[in-house]
């Protein structure tokens, strides 16, 4: 059974830099809107509610957007519905210098997540995401696991530069932060069904009601699954002359099966405690999500591995050679990956060697199974004093096969299963004080996770074929303060201070695949699989580590509707361990990358608020950039592709922001995204970057723009067309710059039609993305120096689909 007819089965029962003043475009649409504001659109009206108030909580306490100090986009449902944004992955299409896709399938269910050019796109638990991912304030401490649903959110908060100060965890680059709608006691919801290419069928409903008069309930679930858009292809079946042999396992059109198809379910359940006569509110939520989606599409670019072949007895010579013959056409949805070993032959230093006697496969699946409960409990201790914690239990766990070769021969396959738990604890007390004069919050924060990393990895070149099974324990405790003094009704003055210590250990187990330690060879016998390994099983590697983080800045109201402000902000990203040693001599730490922000930025509400623009300018002072070692250095056998600290760089940028509501009905938004990396010094020569290189993930320039209009009819229905383009220009997706991880930009269409009934219990709506149809990749995988191969995740083709949703 096809991954959609499983799915369905289950079913059928989301230019140069200008000055501060002059910069400020504004939100691209509403977070929250205030009591005294209209009542925000539904899910399934596409038209957000302009003048209302966006309220935001980036400092601790319920503040207008237009008020708040911080460079920061807030999306509400009804916006994230207009642009068919499902996923958080869909986000940093419309923020300015965000960039957030789902990782290389040698990442497993990952996101790869960039703000300001800063943020980590390697998913081991080694490592520490540079964006942090908050649910409801629960901060999500890695980026397995992380490619999260937008189904029934109130808002998300997209928040650039160093948050070290502000969000529970020191989180470097930025904040994707996640509010999920609060039960209110009103008996309403929605139930939404889709169809569209690929055979998609997605399903989603919520519905919140009254328990008691205190006791509210909120429960939403959403369904969604597709068949794949990359075509797995038999090499031997399409070319029956090759030499290699088919599988046997493929249909009369020679397909194997797909890639880039969805299958996942998900349940929410909230329940919001809040007695009239008592200062106390209890908000407790539930989640499970069971994600069984085929790993990301990829497809062959560049091949050419002569040591790597098909399997000839006696002669490892012989044989069809890994090379371009198994690159697909250059825009086709298509690839060869069979996720086999085969019996190749290897002659890796010399020695002629047969890998995999008998085979090993995975499947192309990259799952993830998740739940978590959280309890957020604010008690008012008197009138300007008030005690808020928030508990968070999160469990993640998933397997990923992994076939980095996209072709019958065996180069490099593996299959991982991730497992994530972690427990976080932040208490805070907030207080107002002086008669309106001081807003303060102090607190802690504490992190423990326990993460587990396991599975098969088969390397031939490197004569590897073997179990990894390692243990992960990260535990961070941190204290902060935050202060804003209004000095008059105009100016305020801000700090805020954080410090923060972290432990991470890692435990190796490395064991041949029958489970045995690796071992020396006989004497005077060439080597064997895994010789590079000995010593390795049982280490242990430990980081230990604190800092303070400060934040100092200054806002001042140039008229009611014009507000500056200038702020200088630190944070960090914590070092670690190198999670994939090959020798005993690889188990080494790195050190913290270090961030200072000096940004100043402008907000204003134009023309009786019919236009918000927003928009900030910054210079990062990047130190202690940790980059990964891909390829190595002439002179070294095995120390190197070990993670370290490569240098220091300075990345200049500024970012607008526009919301416009010209004349009635009509809404216009858009961004924009500039940004300058240049390295100012390289501290570590071997990791081969030069001062000529730019960092991963930087694009230049980023855009974008929407527009929609409403038409009203007589009978009191609407009509609502909607188009949204998005823009980032080239980067490369290696710390080493070549042609071969260098991503081409790209422009990208979405189109939307909806019609509303006149009550708006009713919407149909057909949307069409990539309306242009382009190919483009959203990340690569290059390692030509160590295999001679590179592979590319391409972008989805166009899609159509059509919704209907009836509210209630």
């Known amino acids: 059974m096809t991954q959609g007819a499983r799915a369905r089965a289950f079913n059928r029962s989301m230019l140069a830099a200008v000055s501060v003043l002059a910069l400020g475009l504004a939100s691209p649409a509403l977070a929250q809107v205030a009591p005294d504001a209209p009542p925000a659109a539904d899910a399934a009206n ?73 943020g980590q796109a390697d998913a081991s638990f080694a490592l520490e995401p540079g964006v942090g991912f908050y649910i409801d304030d629960i901060y999500y401490g890695t980026t397995f696991g992380a490619v999260m649903d937008l189904t029934d959110l109130q808002r998300v908060e997209v928040l650039r530069g160093p948050q070290g100060t502000l969000s529970g965890k020191n989180s470097v680059g930025g904040s994707i932060k996640l509010y999920t709608k609060e039960p209110n006691g009103a008996a309403e919801g929605f139930v939404q069904a889709t169809y569209g290419s690929f055979d998609r069928i997605d399903l989603r409903a919520s519905a919140g009601f009254a328990i008691t008069d205190d006791l509210f309930a909120r429960i939403s679930g959403t369904s969604k699954s597709s068949d794949g858009f990359m075509k797995r292809l038999d090499y031997g079946c399409v070319n029956p002359d090759s030499g290699i042999p088919q599988t046997g396992a493929a249909n009369e059109d020679c397909v194997l099966g797909t890639e880039g198809g969805r299958d996942m379910q998900a349940v929410r359940l909230a329940l919001r405690y809040a007695p009239i006569e008592v200062p106390l509110e209890i908000n407790l939520r539930a989640d499970y999500a069971d994600d069984s989606s085929e790993t990301v599409a990829t497809k062959l670019i560049y091949a050419d591995n002569p040591a790597i072949r098909s399997y000839v007895p006696g002669n490892p010579t012989a044989g069809v050679p890994f090379d371009s013959r198994f690159i697909t056409g250059p825009e086709s949805y298509t690839t060869y990956a069979d996720y086999s070993t085969g019996g190749n032959y290897t002659s890796v230093f010399g020695f002629p060697y047969q890998v995999m006697p008998g085979g090993f496969s995975t499947a192309p699946r990259s799952t993830a199974e998740s739940w978590g409960v959280a309890a957020t409990v604010e008690y008012e201790l008197s009138p300007n004093l008030s005690l808020t914690s928030i508990t968070g239990y999160r469990s993640a766990e998933g397997t990923s096969g992994i076939d980095v070769d996209g072709s019958p021969l065996a180069l490099l396959l593996q299959e991982f299963t991730y497992v994530h738990e972690q427990f976080t604890q932040e208490v805070r007390l907030s207080g107002q004080f002086g008669d309106g004069l001081i807003d303060t919050t102090v607190g802690g924060f504490y992190y423990d996770a326990s993460d587990r990393i396991y599975g098969r990895s088969a390397i031939p070149t490197l004569l590897f074929d073997f179990i990894q099974d390692d243990d992960v324990s990260n535990r961070s405790i941190s204290a902060f303060a935050h202060l804003e003094v209004h000095l008059t009704d105009r100016l305020d003055l801000i700090g805020g201070l954080r410090y923060t210590d972290d432990k991470k250990t890692y435990e190796y187990t490395r064991l041949n695949i029958d489970r045995t330690v690796p071992a020396p060879p006989p004497p005077r016998n060439p080597p064997g699989v895994n010789f590079l390994l000995i010593g390795l099983n049982g280490l242990e590697g430990t980081f230990e580590g604190d800092r303070i983080d400060y934040r100092i800045g200054a806002n001042y109201d140039l008229t009611d509707d014009v507000m500056v402000y200038a702020q200088v902000a630190t944070g960090f990203k914590g070092g670690g361990i190198n999670p994939r040693p090959s020798a005993v001599d690889q188990v080494l730490t790195f050190g913290p990358e270090i961030l200072t922000t000096y940004e100043a930025g402008a907000k204003a509400q134009l023309f009786d608020r019919r236009v918000r623009l927003n928009g900030a300018v910054f210079l990062n002072d990047y130190q202690d950039i940790q980059l990964v070692r891909y390829q190595c250095p002439d002179s070294a056998v095995s120390n190197c592709s070990v993670p370290s600290n490569a240098g220091n760089a300075e990345i200049f940028g500024f970012e607008l922001e526009t919301f416009a509501e010209p004349i009635d009905n009509l809404q216009i938004d858009g961004s924009l995204g500039y940004l300058d990396f240049d390295y100012t010094e390289i501290t570590n020569p071997a990791t081969l970057v030069t001062l000529d290189m730019i960092a991963p993930f930087i694009s230049k320039w980023q855009t974008s723009a929407g527009v929609q209009y409403v038409v009203e009819m007589g009978s009191g229905a609407a009509i609502t067309p909607r188009l949204d383009w998005s823009y980032r220009s080239d980067f490369y997706y290696n710390s080493i710059n070549n042609p071969f991880n260098r991503i081409d930009g790209y422009s990208l269409f979405n189109a939307r039609l909806t019609y509303d009934s006149p009550d708006r219990d009713w919407s149909l709506s057909a949307a069409v993305t990539n309306l242009t149809d382009k190919f483009y990749y959203t990340g690569v995988a290059e390692n030509i120096g160590s295999f001679g191969v590179v592979t590319g995740n391409p972008g989805r083709p166009r899609e159509w689909s059509i919704s209907v949703t009836r509210n209630f």
């Open 46 to 118: 596409n038209a957000p509610i302009y003048g209302g108030e966006i309220i935001v909580t980036a400092q601790f306490r319920e503040q207008n957007l237009q008020d708040t100090p911080i460079a920061i986009t807030a999306v509400d449902a009804a916006t994230l519905n207009a642009r068919s944004q499902t996923d958080v992955t869909d986000l940093g299409d419309f923020a300015p210098n965000v960039k957030i896709e789902p990782a290389t399938g040698i990442q497993g269910n990952s996101v790869a997540a960039f703000i300001r050019g800063i």
